[in-house]
């Protein structure tokens, strides 16, 4: 017997919160795994004995620096920045990076943790890790966000490499802070490596990984109604966010024969009644990305829709949810509205919008419930084909870059059947999701002994 007794699911979060004061959304992410996979360990005494669990939620590192910048007027400015190094068990770390002014310590914590499954999930030997700061970019200069990524790298650059940890995009960045990102990466080291993804294409980048989020999500999707004989065809979508992930999933239900009732940002959402065409989707694209505009002002150019000021969307009746914004986005009470309201299918875009009170109230309706860790897995799986083809030095074409992201979505979604079949046609795929990706992280932990 090792010398402590096994702690159980309460004893385990006591620590856990313990250890991680003031950090409520890692405690969340961690707890969300942890009732799952108590249950699962019951009877694997290695798991236990090995603290597997604990050392999964015991970040390999965090690493926090100080990131300085000029403005436009001559000011200086004092952000912070991190990089989260959860766990490399099964492959570099690998995940995002977001600007955004909530960025916290507990954030880019619970983002890592939830990325380590999320990535074992992918098959891809990838571990999980994220970075950011609470730079805002909204409101300032190309050139003033030229100059804070520049910074950034700065001090990133010493902790990342190829086969170190591989950063990509998250809120807040795309294509264009990859690029100044890996311009300074290249300018301080003199070495032109596969250390970003969602990179442009003329410089390494892969076709369909700017769409892959969004358009993996609307697969997985597709997956679990197919798994009740049902289509998207016909259906009605609530999306909320309407950016990357939200745009693309709303483009692959349009094409799939489903109908898109709202959009949103942190101002509110526009629902339209009429549903958001390609025409439509395409006109928040360039509004939101290159006018960096506000979803209200759609109101303006398709007026016979509605825009909601501060408030979510989750109260317009719909088959389908799909939450593509931020965390912590739909509460209970929300659940409970979409639930009431009819909707049998939540895929999630974004990383954990639901709350534990909204998980619960999902997973007690038996509806068709994927978290983002399955459904958002998209994307980060092109990021892993897109350091395949750097590796190679050679670009796969888009037909079998699509072909295996759907190959991989629909992998996600039978290890979820595998580990979260409750039998009565009820498939838990949170359950199913974080047993099949920790599985995959705890083995190979074991192999390594204590370290
Ligand atoms: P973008 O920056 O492109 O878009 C973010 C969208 O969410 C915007 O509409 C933004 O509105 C809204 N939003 C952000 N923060 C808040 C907030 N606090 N309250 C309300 N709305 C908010 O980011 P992405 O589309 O890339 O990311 C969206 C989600 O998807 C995130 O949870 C991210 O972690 C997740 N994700 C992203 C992946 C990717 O490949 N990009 C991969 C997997 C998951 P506003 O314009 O007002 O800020
Ligand atoms: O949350 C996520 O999976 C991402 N932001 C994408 C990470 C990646 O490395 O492509």
Redesign the pocket.
Known sequence: MAVTDHVDLNGFMEGVKKRNPHQPEFVQAVQEVAEDIFEFMQDKEEYHSQQILRRIAEPDRVVSFRVCWEDDAGNIRVQRGWRVQNNNAIGPYKG?I?F?P?VTESVLKF?AFEQTFKNALTGLPMGGGKGGSNFNP?GKSVREIMRFCQSFMTELYRHIGADIDVP???????GREIGFMFGQYKRITNNFTGVLT?KGLEWGGSLIRTE??GYGAVYFLENMLATKGENLAGKTAVI???????THAAEKIVQLGGKVLTL????GFIHDPDGITQDKIDWVKTH?THRRG??EEYVAEFPRASFHAGKTPWGVPCDMALP????N?LLGEDAKTLVANGCRAVSE???M?TDLDGVHIFKAAKILYAP?KAS??G??AVSGLEMSQNSERRSWKEEELQQMLKDIMSGIHNSCIRYGDQGGGYIDYVKGANIAGFKKVADAMLAFGVV
């Open positions: 995002g977001r955004h909530s983002l909204k990509a995009g998250d809120i807040g960045v795309g969602g892959a989020t909320s966010g309407s950016g990357n992930v939200a949103s940002d942190s101002g939101k506000r979803i593509c914004a931020t965390q986005e875009g974004a990383n919008p983002g958002n897995a994307g980060v």
